[in-house]
């Protein structure tokens, strides 16, 4: 007696004695990364630091740089609940399966089959027939077209990997530059309040002497206008300030309701350190550039699929199982049925649809270069954009800060006049709006410095490796 497990194996047996026959070879052309002549520098790097080997390490959770735990715990949130990473999720493992379902296109396929029939001719009694069948079909892949499917779905599944990893990083990057411009309009929002609450004061009291004829009432419609502009000023930052936390909440995937992010006076971070790698680098540590490169790859396969269809499709298929009128002795020598063959299919005639198959797969190719090569070139003018703005911003700061300081000493000398009497009030309100004038520039630039940091730590790729994408 035999089972059906032994048909099928003494079925596969039989068709792997054709193998040694068939020996085919892969057509098309092999794969070779696109050259670039990267430069050996960046032209805005003077001053910046080189990273050595230990910087070069994979970096992971960068944000920790800045030492704030509050963003430290928002920024967790955003690979577990933020949905546009969850759909780049998706998109990969979607990816993955593909390339499981290729493998197995190389590998024979068996299905098994039984059935039981009762039929009668005429006045003949009725009869029965039982059978239990196994059947093998198997493509060879003589022209290497399965091969390249394989390697196709594979680089497609890599450069999807990579976009996910492009994308987890764009999120982190927006919620720490959102993050960061919040925390920047907490302070400006508290300068206004402490601004308000003098201008309060000064109304007050020029309200009390404008009562007793001492002052003008310009001196008090003046005190009046800086309270009202400072008050519409500072309104203007609170929804500012609601529009970053709705972002915020929906970049950790969260309804804008059901988040609140407290005020904070903390000390804003200091602009961390971050070390440069040499543009070649680039290649290796931006997800998109692999992207891109990895689409170059799947996009070369295809010519070779292409060009496959130039070659006949050959398949090897048998049969093997039993077929009896009764049950009981169905699996039986004398009931065995088998038999094999083998199918070649050609086109002979097909109106250049092929050739034009072929021309589709290498117009692919070329346009998947260029965007590779354009995806390097935005790269580069990308951290050379951040690294110009870095610079400038440094030395803006710097002047701010000494503008700012100037205004300072100017407002005291004027309030120290006013009291005296030597001057008016409109002298003391103009030094006053110039000093919180500078000292919201100051914090606009430090929430620009902060930004910006963010952004070139997101052009020089994040903590990501390309050793990544190895399967």
Known sequence: MMSIDMLKNNLCKALLCFLPIFSGCTVGPNYQKPNISMPIQYKEAQGWKIAQ??????????????????????EQQVVLSNQNIAQYVARYEKAAALVSQSKAS???????????????????????????????????????????????????????????????????????????????????????????????RYRKVLAAKYKEGVVAKSDLTQAE???????????????????????????????????????????????????LTLPSRLLERRADIASAERSVAAANEEIGIAIAGYFPDISLTGSTGYSASSLSNLISAQNLLWSLGASATQSVFDFGANKAKVKQARATYDEAVAAYKQTVLEAMQGIEDDLAKSNSLTKEVSHTQQALASASETARIKRNQYNEGMID????????????????SLLQLQSTQLQNSVALINALGGGWDKANLSQ
């Open 53 to 74: 080997p230990q910087d070069q390490e994979q970096r992971g959770a960068w944000w920790e740089i800045y030492q704030d735990t509050t963003l430290n715990g928002l």
């Open 106 to 200: 190389q590998l024979p396929s068996v299905n098994a089959t039984g059935g039981a029939t009762r039929s009668a001719d005429g006045n003949a009694s009725p009869s029965n027939v039982f059978s239990a069948k196994a059947t093998l079909s198997w493509e060879l892949d003589l022209w290497g077209k399965l091969k390249r499917t394989v390697a196709e779905n594979k680089a497609s599944a890599q450069a999807s990997a990579a976009d996910l990893a492009n994308a987890t990083l764009s999120a982190q990057t927006t919620l720490a530059q959102d993050y960061f411009a919040l925390r920047v309009l907490d302070k400006r929002i508290a300068l206004y309040d402490k601004t308000i609450e003098t201008y309060s």
């Open 225 to 275: 206008q800086s309270l009202y502009s400072a008050q519409a000023s500072r309104e203007d930052l609170v929804w500012q300030r609601a529009q970053y936390e709705h972002a915020i909440a929906m970049l950790i995937g969260k309804m804008p309701a059901e988040f609140n992010l407290p005020v904070s006076q903390a000390a804003l971070p200091y602009i961390p350190e971050i070390p």
């Open 425 to 440: 009030y409109t002298d003391v309100a103009s030094t006053e709006a110039t000093r919180l004038s500078n000292e919201q």
